[in-house]
């Protein structure tokens, strides 16, 4: 349009606002009615009381919360009361002219294209579509037959060759209701890889199905497995269950296989029809067999070193591996996987602890065989003197008490045992006569094996007595008793003693009754059998004791736990002192040992002056001291009768008699041995 004069400006603004506010003494932003040119601080006259405020310095300008440039922001909040007016000139409009291809699309409304009315059928053929045509780097309209319709495909030129891997198709993705497109590689036939297999044998012994575990890439949900032997003989499986494109379970039957036809390979078909095939890489086979026993391996002790072993053998001559595979082992012990060597220091318990396991023996190609063993853990006995020896294969402990004290069982055991009373004294010489005195009879013994509960046993040794002194009216005092447990061995009997001025028998002459009964005392009548001193009698029940000897001119012996002590037949008198009864030899501490022999007879003198000949009697085997003889001298111990062996149990030899012509030389007799309890078990 031509115009007269100058041609009207392009710019507008609007009609100036006034906006007023008071102030509150804490506000600083207040927000206008209208917005103004961006920052278009120096467009605003603002005042406060009538006096105009410098942009900058007293305010700034800006956006409001909904974007919009409406807001002024004091650097200081105007005073309480203080009126305020804003005088705005607007923003300034005019008309632009955009430049060719300079809107983009960040400056378009997201809404521009979604925002419009929904097509609500298929495109017709001439409906028009707008698209960017890359060749000629511009916008152009396009009919949608162009784009759906037949000439979209038959249309193009046609590919006269194989198709590239990276190539690219078109197809309808029904899940997303749209088209894609899909490279030619995702579209041919996935040809599965099997790569390995679990277990690497299949056992042929068990009769019935095993299942053999794939693993490779490749694999599709209808996925079939067979198996071909050497021969190429084919075994299908009869079931596979498909995990993911990676594993495959499939189940055969293991009679089907044989180990003439081994190694087997394994052939993977997928539903496509595509094969992937395993090389040589089944094997069949036999399960291992277990060679030991299932049950008990044994027991060791606490705190002891243990040694077991467990053995399988595979009938396909490859290497059995152990392992635990339920239970465990005690504490401190260990399983060798190569050798099945169970061994390491078995731990400290307060009573018998058995463990219970199951090894699992497995051959070179994963078939297994699994057995349940036990392994008891024993609680150590505490007592006494303690030793030990082999026997065989086996170890036994010892537990020696040879003074009281206590048998502690942490747990039921099977026990040795041997107890022992203490042995009693021999009696004395006569005075002034030819008499001897009476060997001491032996302990009782006791000896057996049973089982015992745990609880802790209080054991006592009895000691032995002492002899009697020469020439006195006293009889040797018996033994004392030991024990252990329900059993006692009753102390030996004493020998007896005679002095001349006694007359007739008297109990002081004859031997006590004990465990073993003790000798009787020589007499001035040996020949007649009535007037003689008799032995004491055995009272030891149950377990093993024998009476005494009866006295001639010389002394019976003391009876032992073998035998009864030596006596006047009855028929002629006798200087010699009698034998005292030999014990029982046991085992129990490892070497064979006598315990309880009874006491020999004093010897007497069968002349009325000088030396005599009465030799003294042989103490019993098995700790009885032997008696004593005349020396014909007072000072001279061989008078006195042998003590007894301390621990055996054996009973003390009598004194040797003095003749009327040597005052003074009678003897004392033998003291007892000590007592003992033996108790010995596998360790």
């Not at 209701?177 to 030619?184: A, I, P, R, W, Y």
Request: a negative charge; aromatic letters at 6%; hydrophobic letters at 30%.
């Amino acid at each position: 349009m031509a115009y007269i004069g100058q041609k009207p400006g392009s710019n507008f603004r609007n009609v100036t606002l006034k906006d007023s506010f008071t102030g509150d003494g804490s506000t600083t932003a207040f927000d206008l009615s209208k917005s103004f040119n961006q920052a278009g601080q120096n467009d605003l006259e603002v005042f406060v009381d009538n006096v105009r405020q410098e942009p900058t310095a007293a305010y700034t300008v800006g956006q409001d919360d909904s974007g919009n440039f409406k807001r002024v922001t004091f650097t200081a909040a105007p005073a309480s009361g203080a009126t305020i007016y804003i005088l705005n000139q607007g923003e300034t409009s005019g008309v632009l002219t955009i430049s060719d291809g300079s809107v983009t699309g960040a400056k378009l409304n997201a809404d521009a294209i979604t925002g419009q009315t929904e097509l609500a059928e298929a495109p017709a053929d001439t409906d028009t579509l707008l698209i960017h045509d890359a060749s000629a780097s511009s916008l152009k309209k396009i009919q949608a037959s162009n784009l759906i319709g037949t000439s979209l495909i038959t249309g193009k030129p046609l590919l006269d060759e194989v198709p590239a891997e990276d190539d690219l198709y078109l197809i309808y993705d029904t899940s997303a209701g749209s088209l894609k497109k899909v490279s030619k590689s995702d579209t041919s036939p996935v040809t599965p890889a099997p790569t390995a297999i679990s277990p690497t044998e299949i056992q042929i012994d068990g009769g019935g199905t095993e299942v053999i575990s794939i693993t490779g890439t490749g694999f599709d949900s209808g996925a079939g497995v067979k198996a071909i032997g050497t021969d190429g003989s084919e075994i299908n499986a009869v079931s596979v269950s498909f995990v993911n494109s990676g594993s495959l379970s499939a189940t055969f039957t293991q009679s089907d296989f044989s180990q003439a036809l081994e190694p087997y390979d394994i052939k993977v078909t997928n539903s496509t029809g595509t094969t992937g095939t395993a090389e040589d890489i089944l094997y069949s086979g036999e399960t291992p067999n277990w060679v030991t026993s299932a049950g008990s391996l044994g027991s060791v002790e606490e705190g002891a070193a243990a040694s077991f072993t467990v053995e399988a053998t595979d009938p396909d001559s490859t290497a059995i591996t152990y392992s635990i595979t339920s239970g465990s082992l005690p504490s401190g012990l260990s399983l060798n996987s190569s050798t099945g060597a169970i061994t390491g220091t078995a731990p400290t318990l307060s009573s018998d602890t058995t463990y219970n396991f199951t090894i699992t023996a497995t051959d070179g190609g994963s078939q297994t065989t699994s057995r349940a063993f036990t392994i008891t853990v024993t609680d150590k006995p505490t007592g006494g003197t303690e030793t030990t020896y082999p026997s065989g294969s086996d170890t036994i402990r010892v537990h020696t008490f040879s003074s009281p004290g206590t048998f502690t069982l942490g747990s039921t055991k099977t026990l040795n045992y041997l107890v022992v009373g203490g042995g009693a004294g021999g009696g004395g010489g006569d005075v002034g006569s030819a008499w001897g005195g009476g060997g001491g009879g032996a302990g009782g013994l006791i000896q057996g094996c049973g089982s015992f509960p745990n609880a802790s046993y209080p054991i006592n040794v009895g000691c032995g007595s002492a002899g009697a002194v020469g020439g006195s009216d006293t009889r040797a005092s018996n033994g004392q008793n030991s024990t252990f447990s329900t059993f006692t061995a009753l102390g030996g009997g004493g020998g007896g003693t005679r002095d001349l001025s006694q007359s007739g028998n008297t109990p002081t002459q004859d031997g006590a009754p004990g465990g073993s009964g003790g000798g009787g005392s020589g007499n001035a009548h040996p020949g007649v059998i009535n007037e003689t001193a008799p032995g004491g009698t055995a009272q030891q029940s149950p377990g093993y004791g024998n009476p005494g000897g009866r006295g001639s001119y010389s002394g019976g012996g003391g009876g032992g736990a073998g035998a009864a002590g030596a006596g006047n037949p009855g028929t002629a008198p006798a200087s010699d002192g009698y034998a005292g009864g030999v014990g029982r030899a046991y085992s129990i501490s490892g070497t064979s040992v006598y315990y309880a022999g009874g006491g020999g007879g004093g010897g007497a003198d069968s002349l009325s002056a000088g030396v005599g000949s009465g030799n003294p009697g042989p103490g019993g085997q098995g700790g009885g001291g032997p008696g004593g003889l005349v020396s014909g001298d007072p000072t001279s111990v061989i008078n006195d009768g042998t003590n007894g062996t301390a621990n055996r149990g054996g009973g003390g030899g009598g004194g040797g008699g003095g003749g009327s012509a040597l005052p003074g030389c009678q003897g004392q007799g033998g003291a007892g041995g000590k007592g003992v309890v033996i108790i010995s078990y596998t360790i």
